[in-house]
């Protein structure tokens, strides 16, 4: 059984940075990318970066210069760094991984694609 926990979300200022942490467990980290989510209050689910099982790294446009995703497979955690942060940038984040049978395939940004979830953290930004 796949799980995540999501970590490292709160409350901070425009301008400010957080580190969002995922943890997982139940398989083979390394083997599989994953990918960042977030959802805003009244708005749906969207992409926000992803990494895939080798560390190429994908971005919506609106996290690009401002967020980095990262993964240490040794502690099979999934990373998302997030500077300047903005008050539209308030939401809630999870992160997700791919069913089994898309081992060491890269990511996809859409959220079909992922069928495991963590329960999300609370990101807010105040202006």
């Known amino acids: 059984q796949v799980q995540l926990v999501e970590s490292g979300g709160g409350l901070v200022q425009a301008g400010d940075s957080l580190r969002l942490s995922c943890a997982a467990s139940?398989?083979?980290?390394?083997?599989?990318?994953m990918g960042w989510f977030r959802q805003a209050p009244g708005n749906e689910r969207e992409f926000v970066a992803a990494?895939?099982?080798?560390?190429?790294?994908y971005y919506t446009d609106s996290a690009k210069g401002r967020f980095t995703i990262s993964r240490d497979n040794a502690k099979s955690t999934v990373y998302l760094q997030l500077n300047s942060l903005k008050p539209e940038d308030t939401a809630v984040y999870y992160c997700?991984?791919?069913?089994?049978?898309?081992?060491?395939?890269?990511?996809?940004?859409?959220?079909?694609?992922?069928?495991?979830w963590g329960q999300g953290t609370q990101v807010t930004v105040s202006s």
């Open positions: 139940g398989r083979t980290f390394s083997l599989y990318s």
């Open positions: 997700a991984a791919p069913d089994g049978q898309n081992r060491l395939q890269d990511p996809v940004p859409v959220g079909g694609w992922y069928v495991y």
């Open positions: 990494i895939s099982w080798n560390g190429n790294t």
